[in-house]
């Protein structure tokens, strides 16, 4: 093992080689170009930084954009163009810098920015942030306790209550006033009078888990309501409803709480709400590693603890990117 394997950065130190990529891209002077070459040679965190940050910036060629529907091929490239650097001296520091702009958006994205979730935002009344539950009192009194990374609009000016869950998931409490509060979510919704539920987004749909009272839930505006009574679930999408069935729902909304609870569960799932909770992107590589099952009860506050516990039982490999990405394959 040569020393280069041996080097961690510091999060500063990633820092500073992503400061010195964007200044040498930008028509460096001479003594810019001096200083970084002293910066370079002083320590060795320095150029592993450095060559961790430039394997990135080659691998942004695609606009960032486009970056969320090619996870998978452009970080698998990543992977395999470390365990070069790696092996390598830092001569790759010369190679071109000509992505700039591409590798900052790029970092931005692994830092939690998506074009959607600004689009989510600008739309909402109530928005969470990553990692953060929240709560609300609307008008009525009636309160919304927002799961991480949410976001919900509300209207109360058409004779009814509505409340439109746009990104996340949120639960309801429902305060009783004779008009009832619906929810929105995807094409389906939830109406009730006075009650305690959630309403859930999923990648087609959405899901309902009702805690006390009853619930109404279409798919969508013409299909049949089914009514929910406590500790009852349904999930709907694109126009139909699967079958309601039984379930904790104490178990189920213990994240409010702060407790993720699962039976069963894929580790794509888990690894979709844990993302929720970690300031940045987590990425599945491996589809045979997303459809491993996993039974558990993990804190949401650390879901790099989370993923360490996971690594141990399932034997994944983990790598960390500039202190924003997490890979797992």
Same mark, same amino acid.
């Given at each position: 093992?040569? /020393?280069?394997? @041996?080097?961690? #950065?510091? #999060?500063? =130190? %990633? ?28 320590? #060795? ?8 940050? /430039? ?7 695609? #606009? $960032? ?16 163009? +470390?365990? =070069? ?13 000509? +992505? ?38 609307? $008008?009525? !009194?009636?309160?919304?306790?927002? *799961? ?12 009814? @209550?509505?409340? !439109? ?18 929810? *929105?979510? %995807? ?36 299909? %049949?309501? /089914? ?5 009852? !679930? ?22 409010? =709480? ?17 993302? @929720? ?26 879901? %790099? ?23 797992? @394959?």
């Amino acid at each position: 093992m040569n /020393q280069l394997d @041996r080097v961690t #950065p510091t #999060p500063a =130190q %990633e820092q500073a080689a992503l400061a010195w990529l964007s200044l040498l891209h930008d028509q460096p002077s001479n003594g810019d170009q001096l200083t970084f070459s002293r910066w370079l040679q002083a320590d #060795p965190a320095h150029a592993e930084a450095y060559a961790q940050a /430039q394997v990135l910036w080659e691998l942004s060629e695609a #606009p $960032a954009r486009t970056l969320a529907d090619e996870d998978a091929f452009a970080l698998q490239g990543y992977l395999n163009a +470390m365990n =070069q650097s790696r092996r390598s001296s830092v001569r790759r520091w010369s190679g071109a810098l000509a +992505m700039a702009a591409c590798l900052v958006l790029m970092i931005g994205l692994g830092a939690g920015w998506q074009p959607t979730r600004w689009v989510d935002d600008l739309g909402a009344d109530y928005v969470s942030a990553p990692g953060e539950i929240r709560t609300v009192t609307l $008008a009525d !009194q009636s309160q919304v306790t927002l *799961d991480a990374d949410s976001a919900i609009a509300v209207d109360f000016s058409r004779g009814e @209550r509505h409340v !439109q869950l746009r990104r996340g998931a949120g639960f309801f409490s429902v305060t009783h006033t004779g008009d009832p509060l619906v929810v *929105d979510a %995807e094409m389906g919704q939830a109406r009730v009078l006075g009650t305690q539920f959630e309403v859930r987004l999923q990648p087609h749909g959405a899901q309902v888990t009702v805690l006390s009272g009853r619930v109404g839930v279409t798919a969508d505006k013409h299909a %049949e309501q /089914q009514i929910l009574t406590a500790g009852q !679930q349904v999930a709907y999408g694109e126009g139909s409803a699967q079958k309601l069935h039984a379930v904790d729902s104490e178990a189920q909304l213990a994240w409010r =709480q702060g407790w993720l609870n699962y039976y069963k569960a894929t580790l794509a799932d888990v690894v979709q709400d844990l993302g @929720r909770y970690y300031p940045g992107r987590i990425v599945l590589l491996n589809d045979e590693l997303a459809a491993r099952r996993v039974s558990g009860s993990f804190p949401s506050k650390d879901p %790099e603890a989370v993923l360490g516990s996971l690594q141990g039982v399932l034997g994944f490999e983990q790598t960390s990117v500039l202190g924003h990405l997490i890979i797992l @394959r």
